[in-house]
């Protein structure tokens, strides 16, 4: 399993130093990715990579949109600006796939993550880049970046709810730079990663499972006010179970 991740978050780092890694061909497994973004065909809707078939909507509110920007050979996606206004007036914005079953790591490992670009000024009290679920409603597994600061973190929900498990970067990713962030749970451990790096861990309960009939939301929770905007873009977004 370790082996597999290691592919998936290769295929991120090389993103951000331009060197391709000797292990990527691991990733192209499908059954090892189960959805992965690369954002550069934005006619109409944008497609699962992997062949799953988690194909992304745009939902949006006030007028929010992404707009495609130049990233290495190709493109990555900018969302709204951060906006200082009342939040129910503010533009906001989310690409969405349906729930699928095959998104629900249970108590299985997961990584996921993202190349993400964030200029200090942008940050907020906290933007979502990936999530499945949602932690007060069902169970969960997430990515976001926290406070002024700019730092990601990890976030898993149990579904039972006792707690959510989070562990935050010790860095910031919000430096107007293109960054590899990545959440890796490996049995009872859940770390966050920067540029290949690891930044923090924190421990879990060995049978901690999320499941939940949630869809999967990039960019913020859905088209809703208060939907944890994300104000940066993003590119290469990608979740492996297993």
């Given at each position: 399993?370790?082996?597999?991740?290691?592919?998936?978050?290769?295929?991120?780092?090389?993103t951000?130093?331009?060197?391709?890694?000797?292990?990527?061909?691991?990733?192209?497994?499908?059954?090892?990715?189960?959805?992965?973004?690369?954002?550069?065909?934005?006619?109409g809707?944008?497609?699962?990579?992997?062949?799953?078939g988690?194909?992304?909507?745009?939902?949006?509110?006030?007028?929010?949109?992404?707009?495609?920007?130049?990233?290495?050979?190709?493109?990555?996606?900018?969302?709204?600006?951060?906006?200082?206004?009342?939040?129910?007036?503010?533009?906001?914005?989310?690409?969405?796939?349906?729930?699928?079953a095959?998104?629900?790591?249970?108590?299985?490992?997961?990584?996921?993550?993202?190349?993400?670009?964030?200029?200090?000024?942008?940050?907020?009290?906290?933007?979502?880049?990936?999530?499945?679920?949602?932690?007060?409603?069902?169970?969960?597994?997430?990515?976001?970046?926290?406070?002024?600061?700019?730092?990601?973190?990890?976030?898993?929900?149990?579904?039972?709810?006792?707690?959510?498990?989070?562990v935050?970067?010790?860095?910031?990713?919000?430096?107007?730079?293109?960054?590899?962030?990545?959440?890796?749970?490996?049995?009872?451990?859940?770390?966050?990663?920067?540029?290949?790096?690891?930044?923090?861990s924190?421990?879990?309960?060995?049978?901690?499972?999320?499941?939940?009939?949630?869809?999967?939301?990039?960019?913020?929770?859905?088209?809703?006010?208060?939907?944890?905007?994300?104000?940066?873009?993003?590119?290469?977004?990608?979740?492996?179970?297993?």
């Amino acid at each position: 399993m370790r082996s597999r991740w290691l592919g998936a978050f290769l295929v991120a780092v090389s993103t951000v130093t331009g060197v391709a890694p000797a292990s990527a061909a691991a990733v192209d497994d499908p059954g090892i990715v189960m959805a992965r973004y690369g954002f550069n065909d934005r006619a109409g809707s944008i497609l699962d990579e992997s062949g799953h078939g988690h194909t992304l909507a745009t939902v949006s509110g006030h007028g929010g949109e992404v707009r495609p920007v130049v990233h290495g050979q190709g493109a990555a996606l900018a969302f709204p600006a951060h906006c200082a206004a009342r939040a129910a007036i503010c533009p906001h914005v989310a690409l969405q796939a349906p729930s699928s079953a095959d998104l629900n790591p249970g108590t299985r490992d997961i990584a996921y993550g993202a190349d993400v670009l964030l200029p200090a000024g942008q940050t907020s009290k906290g933007q979502n880049i990936v999530q499945k679920g949602y932690s007060t409603t069902s169970s969960q597994w997430k990515l976001q970046i926290d406070g002024v600061a700019g730092r990601p973190s990890c976030v898993l929900v149990d579904t039972r709810k006792p707690a959510i498990r989070m562990v935050t970067s010790s860095v910031t990713a919000a430096d107007g730079r293109w960054h590899a962030v990545v959440c890796r749970r490996i049995g009872a451990t859940l770390a966050v990663y920067i540029d290949g790096i690891q930044r923090g861990s924190t421990a879990l309960p060995a049978k901690l499972s999320v499941s939940n009939n949630r869809p999967l939301s990039i960019g913020g929770k859905g088209a809703f006010p208060d939907n944890d905007q994300f104000n940066g873009a993003l590119d290469n977004v990608w979740v492996q179970i297993g």
